[in-house]
């Protein structure tokens, strides 16, 4: 190798003889354009410059020795990001114990284990009192399994929050891991040109770019041809770069080439990268010095986790790049936003529920303990000294203390009961069930509480391209030999002529980088690379039954005589072709407005040309492309000219004579089409309550034709399609600062922000986030892929990153990453989200049953009969099983599509709602009665021996053991009933849906029939006969019939009933709660009004039908004064401002309105109304002309009438 022979270096020294430094390369990458040649020449001379210092042969490359290479890479840094460094084990456990529930418990573990070891010294006890307290030698012998009980249960919550977290970590970084391993690179070493993985580009490289490329890492431009950057990844100017070496020599890594190819040397890897260092900023790694250490360590551990990210989205990145104006401090704004935003975000809505509520749950407790113990001392205290007149004696203190602490233990043991521990397990298992599933419907969850939020979310900011279209381009419409055809034609219809040309002119005058690979898996779509319009016209040709690939093989492009390649100015492209006869053809497509001019010929229907003049022209403007475009298609225009063989060779150069007086073969109309099942998805979230907005750099024409064919619009309605330009003009002040109340005019009504920049998309997300217009916080959800989305999705409350399309800055941005890029699996987060709340409500109506009753059975038990009906072994059984077991039964119920008919809970809506307030102090009730009943009279019932004050030691008796028994065939039976908390009649539904939940029943079922029949004395029971067996299960059943008989009470009856667990409120509880149960979901009750609703249903037709007729009658006569209020689709189109009054009647859920009762009052105090969900034009025109109150029949659109009919 020329350069330095191996032997002369010193392989350890540091600055490795590289005549120039790390920082100084670092300082030089950071300047842009006339500063860096500037910068270049004082410093270096030029390019070849630093190529001598780096060691490198601009042509050669370098030699590809190992151990020059292993230099490199100590001296200048390895070309990967060291992710962020996972958190270990050990600081998940410590995070996972910061939770208040699991203090109170640890706690009360404490103390209990405390007392259960202090056993006091024996004295006389005949001399101090016969107090006889059902104390039994083992209960004191089994007093530690309480307190390790609860500690195991605590142990249990933190290693499964932990382990959660820990494998979460883990499959996020297997993904990013697998995405990188499959990246190569082209460089040149030792004179080959040979592709090595990404990881592997070292400082001083030769790397060959080309169209199409993402470049992996900083470097200077040694030699290049028309090379052309989209730099807005990193600045977030959209317009394409020049580089050359007289202007702009410098690439930055992670910017896509647009066009042109060249050669480059490496100057910057990895962390010292421009990504790099954005990536830095965003916190991904320490310091740098830390990084040197840790990198060698990590390589081991998570196989190189380089900064690059597929290249699959190389082309299209182009194509919806968003501009970021950004004035001069824009960039090192964005940096600062980035650093600002580093905290974690706030508690979830629901953590911040829960845990108000277990602390509420943990002072009642607190309470009930307190007053036990009292109840007990003082019972203890006027017997022994007042009743029986006993003198305190100084040898007996040690046993009266002895009773105190039992005292005490007992009311220690009515707290645990007390304090829900299964909470913070229900919630983990909910959600860890619900991120592994998730991973199954595509969405990879990276923050667990980002799934609970998903299921409040009030509005989505998603992008176009790629998330709600396939980010494919494809020819759907094209005019050939003057016919329209909206669907591409079969082969058969285009005559052979114009097939030829068709042919030749879309294979030779496309670039031969663009082509049509095989799919990469199975039944996948056919892969496209280069430019995306190119491949749309190549994809044309093989849908004609037509294969490109030969007419290349043909014509190898070597042998195109010259081309004029695209450019953004021509907005055309052009081969020349010489025949073997010495004429030559040329073909030329392009914009369509802009080749049509040139054309002076056009084939007919026959394959002949014919003539073509202006008038002509405009007949297709207006006919063809202008309806094209209205449906957001881009139109393009392919067409050819011959020059004859005799003529003088033309000027080539001058291209405008060249490409002039040209037949036309085609115009095709080019779309990016929306995925088949976003408009299905579109529709169930606006059911579901959520609004859709689009949010995109494309062309407000196209953003709004796809609005309209997802969905996100809708003929006739009022809604704001608005660019980036205006919504900027609109939200700023005269100093230009952005101003929240005019930000809160737009949003509401705000459906489409096209040609948008990402701070546009920031200012958005912000402004919605921020705003007090309604009651409830929105929660936003925002799908992103670009680096330059960074920011967005930080602010969001759940950002979902682009697993295909986007950048590692967006996904280490992101809350849950979409594996397949698509839109439904948006939908699918949002059932996920809204289960998990509903399976800890379950959760919730189940525990508190189990925790009421047994309070109040241990605090009576306590004071009347001094001993605890139900044993503190027994206690447990009850408590860790009922509360670990149910949790996992409960939380792990599949979600259903129903989840989607109702609106978001919003962030003050109680975790327990009437309803379930309803269900839990019913059943309660009952378990109550029966527990009592049994244990008050169960000897005469069931003709045994009474429980009831047995003496010291006695054995276990058969009342108790009935009582326990029961009381656990109850909890199972309730179990059941928890499965469904709006009021629904069939508890049963799906419930073999769920195979946990049915495993766990039988099992908790068959362990307790051990428990009984063989627990003896540790758990204090004896055997049971058949008969009391069948008495306790009969028993137990009686909840599921009980639980009907709840169902049938109206709630809107029980005005006396609280909710508990709000949401964390900053300001008082909105008048809206005050008219709670108008909102509140009930089954029961919606099917006692069905009849109801069947007369007012036929009602209602009749009125309709008046109206409807009043309404034309009206709208004949206005038509006439003011025509623009007919709501054609075209003035929807042309004036975003368009507005139809009063075309939002509320429409309620059939549940919503109280049908039987003043309904109009309480309407009044209902939300906003929602934009009017049946958009079908007899609707608006209803409300353009009718008065609400133009005749009394006619039901006004507040009514409960019009409510229900519009709901059905």
């Known amino acids: 190798h020329p350069f330095y022979p191996l032997s002369v270096l010193p392989v350890e020294s540091n600055h490795g003889d590289f005549g120039v430094t790390l920082a100084e390369l670092r300082s030089l990458m950071e300047l842009r354009a006339a500063d860096a040649l500037h910068k270049i020449q004082e410093c270096y001379g030029d390019v070849h410059g630093i190529c001598a210092k780096l060691k490198t042969s601009p042509n050669e490359g370098l030699s590809g020795n190992p151990a020059d290479i292993e230099r490199r890479e100590a001296v200048f840094g390895k070309n990967f990001i060291p992710p962020k460094k996972p958190k270990t084990f050990l600081q998940l456990v410590w995070e996972a114990l910061q939770d208040v529930t699991l203090i109170i418990l640890e706690i009360a573990a404490v103390v209990s284990l405390g007392l259960s070891f202090y056993q006091p010294p024996g004295g006389n006890e005949s001399l101090c009192g016969s107090v006889n307290v059902g104390e039994e030698e083992e209960e004191s012998e089994a007093g530690w399994i309480e307190g390790a009980a609860i500690l195991l249960s ?58 199409g490329d993402l470049l992996p890492a900083d470097g200077v431009l040694i030699q290049g041809n028309d090379l052309k950057i989209d730099e807005s990844s990193l600045t977030g100017e959209s317009d394409h770069v020049k580089k050359s070496l007289d202007r702009d020599p410098m690439l930055l890594s992670g910017t896509h080439v647009m066009e042109g190819s060249g050669r480059m040397v490496v100057t910057a890897v990895g962390v010292n990268s421009q990504t790099g260092i ?61 650093k600002a935003n580093l905290p974690k975000k706030e508690k979830s809505v629901l953590q911040g529920k829960l845990t108000k509520l277990a602390v509420q749950i943990g002072k009642a407790g607190l309470l009930m303990s307190a007053i036990t113990v009292i109840i007990l001392v003082l019972y203890f205290v006027i017997d022994t000294f007042w009743v029986q007149k006993r003198p305190w004696l100084a040898e007996c203190t040690p046993i009266y203390i002895q009773y105190f602490v039992k005292f005490f233990i007992i009311g220690v043991t009515v707290l645990v009961v007390a304090v829900p521990e299964g909470l913070p397990l229900a919630v983990t298992i909910s959600l860890a069930y619900s991120v592994k599933k998730m991973m199954r419907d595509n969405n990879l969850v990276r923050h667990l509480d980002a799934c609970e939020t998903m299921g409040n979310a009030t509005a989505i900011c998603s992008d176009k391209t790629g998330t709600l279209t396939m980010n494919r381009m494809t020819v759907v419409q094209a005019y050939i030999n003057e016919k329209h055809y909206k669907k591409i034609p079969e082969p058969e219809a285009i005559p052979e002529k114009t097939m030829a040309y068709l042919v030749t002119g879309i294979s030779v005058n496309c670039a031969y980088t663009s082509k049509i690979l095989p799919p990469e898996k199975e ?96 007949d297709i403007v207006k006919t063809v492309i202008e309806p094209m475009a209205s449906e957001g298609l881009r139109t393009i225009c392919l067409a050819f000219r011959d020059f004859p063989a005799g003529e003088p060779e033309p000027e080539w150069d001058n291209e405008n004579d060249i490409v002039t007086g040209l037949t036309c073969i ?87 922000l096209a040609r948008s920049s990402p701070t546009d998309k920031h200012t958005l997300v912000k402004g919605i986030i921020d705003s007090t217009v309604f009651d409830q916080r929105q929660v936003v959800a925002v799908t992103g892929d670009g680096t330059n989305d960074g920011p967005a999705l930080k602010k969001a409350d759940v950002g979902f990153a682009m697993g295909i399309a986007g950048t590692d800055v967006a996904k280490e941005a992101s809350d849950i990453i979409l594996t397949d890029d698509n839109f439904t699996s948006i939908v699918k987060a949002v059932m996920w989200g809204r289960n998990v709340y509903d399976s800890i409500s379950k959760f919730l109506q189940f525990q508190l049953t189990v925790n009421v009753v047994a309070v109040i059975v241990a605090f009576t038990g306590a004071c009347i009969t001094q001993d605890s009906p139900l044993k503190a072994v027994q206690m447990l059984w009850v408590n860790l099983i009922m509360d670990t077991l149910a949790s996992l039964a409960l939380a792990t119920e599949p979600p259903t599509e129903a989840l989607l008919l109702r609106k978001p809970y919003g962030r003050n809506k109680p975790l327990i709602s009437r309803t379930m307030m309803k269900n839990i102090l019913g059943h309660a009730f009952y378990q109550l009665v029966v527990v009592f009943t049994l244990l008050f009279a169960g000897e005469k ?209 059939i549940d919503d309105t109280d049908a039987e009762d003043d309904a109009p009052t309480k309407r009044n105090s209902s939300p906003p109304p929602s934009p009017n969900r049946n958009n079908n034009a007899v609707d608006s025109g209803i409300h353009l002309t009718t008065d609400k109150n133009k005749s009394a029949t006619s039901s006004s659109p507040g009514s409960p009438l019009h409510s229900l009919e519009t709901s059905l």
């Open 154 to 211: 605590v142990v249990c919550v933190v290693l499964v929050t932990a382990f959660n977290d820990w494998s979460k970590e883990k499959q996020f970084r297997g993904l990013q891991s697998r995405i990188e391993q499959e990246q190569k690179f082209t460089v040149i070493r030792g004179g080959q040109v040979i592709q090595i993985p990404v990881a592997d580009i070292i400082v001083g490289d030769i790397a060959q770019v080309k169209y």
């Open 278 to 338: 954005i990536f830095t900023l965003l916190g991904a790694g320490g310091d740098d010095e830390e990084k040197e250490k840790e990198k060698e360590k990590k390589e081991k551990k998570n196989g190189a986790v380089e900064n690059r990210n597929k290249a699959k989205a190389q082309d299209g990145a182009a194509m919806e790049m968003q501009p970021l104006k950004s004035e001069d401090g824009g960039d090192g704004d964005e940096k600062d936003k980035k």
């Open 941 to 1149: 019932i069931f003709d045994i021996d009474s429980g009831r004050n047995a003496p010291l030691h006695a054995p276990p008796s058969e009342h108790y053991t009935i009582v326990f028994n029961t009381f656990v065939m109850m909890q199972l039976f309730n179990e059941i009933n928890a499965r469904k908390i709006h009021g629904e009649r069939n508890v049963f539904e799906g419930i073999f849906n769920n195979a946990i939940f049915c495993s766990i029943v039988l099992g908790t079922f068959v362990v307790q029939i051990i428990i009984v029949q063989f627990g003896g004395k540790p758990f204090s029971c004896s055997e049971l006969s058949v008969e009391q067996w069948l008495w306790s299960i009969f028993l137990g059943m009686g909840t599921l019939l009980w639980g009907q008989l709840i169902s049938t009470i109206p709630t809107s009856r029980l005005k006396f009933l609280k909710e508990a667990g709000h949401g964390t409120q900053k300001e008082e509880i909105p008048e809206e709660e005050l008219a709670e149960d108008v909102e509140e979901i009930d089954h029961a009750e919606r099917e006692l009004r069905r009849g109801q609703i069947l007369w007012f249903r036929g009602l209602n037709r009749i009125q309709t039908q008046i109206r409807v007729v009043n309404a034309f009658r009206s709208s004949l006569y206005e038509g006439l004064e003011k025509p623009e209020t007919r709501s054609s689709i075209h003035n929807f189109m042309t004036h975003p401002e368009f507005r139809i009054e009063d075309s939002e009647p509320h429409i309620p859920l």
């Open 523 to 618: 039944g996948g779509l056919p892969r496209h690379v280069g430019n995306k319009t190119e491949c749309a016209l190549l994809g044309l040709l093989l849908d004609l039954k037509r294969d490109y690939q030969d007419v290349r093989n043909e014509i190898p492009e070597e042998d195109l005589y010259k081309v004029y390649t695209f450019n953004s100015v021509r907005k055309s492209m052009s081969t020349v072709l010489k025949n073997s006869d010495g004429s030559f053809r040329i073909f030329s497509k392009g914009a369509s407005e802009i080749v049509l001019k040139k054309c002076f010929k056009i084939l007919s229907a026959n394959g002949e040309p014919k003539v073509f003049r202006p008038r002509d022209r405009d």
């Open 666 to 752: 085609a115009v095709v109309g080019i779309e990016d089409p929306v995925r088949p099942e976003v408009p299905d998805a579109i529709r169930k979230c606006q059911r579901a309550g959520i609004t859709v907005r689009m949010v995109t750099g494309d062309n407000i024409n196209t953003a709004r034709a796809i609005a309209l064919k997802c969905g996100i619009l809708n003929p006739g309605e009022d809604f704001l399609c608005l660019e980036g330009k205006d919504f900027n003009r609109r939200i700023r002040n005269e100093k230009g600062e952005i101003e929240q109340e005019r930000i809160d005019k737009i949003w509401p009504k705000l459906r489409v």
